[in-house]
């Protein structure tokens, strides 16, 4: 039996995804009850949303969730550490080169997952982050 472990088919995530997203908020919800570093705690939240996000789009259509997962911690390092954040970004194009090269996605898959990535998770800490430290 061969296992897909990519799962290649996209009507195949939707249980998976939302596996992902309880865990995430049970996590999110952890991290509050035992006062992780806010950052921390966001990024969670982030991270579930996210998630939710591609549970919708996978609906109609399959987009990289190894570029969006990469993406994501990018803008996120941008976001804490200014410019110097941008080096963990230079993993992006490997990798979307590695899933196009393994023929799991084409190239508008990729480039959507890498581009929700960095601005979904840009946009959600530019409005969470005041809230939390005004």
Do not use: E
């Amino acid at each position: 039996m061969h296992t897909d472990l990519d799962i290649t088919d996209r009507t195949k995530r939707t249980v998976p995804l939302i596996f992902a997203i309880c865990s995430y908020l049970l996590g999110f919800l952890m991290l509050l009850w035992y006062g992780a570093p806010a950052i921390v705690s966001v990024l969670m939240l982030i991270y579930g949303t996210n998630t939710l996000i591609i549970l919708i789009i996978n609906f109609y259509w399959k987009i990289s969730i190894h570029a969006m997962g990469i993406a994501g911690p990018t803008a996120a390092f941008i976001f804490t550490f200014g410019p110097v954040g941008i080096i963990i970004g230079l993993i992006i194009p490997l990798v979307m080169w590695s899933r196009l090269k393994l023929k799991k996605h084409t190239p508008s898959q990729v480039i959507a997952g890498s581009l929700l990535g960095l601005l979904l998770t840009w946009i959600q800490l530019s409005y969470i982050v005041p809230l939390i430290h005004p």
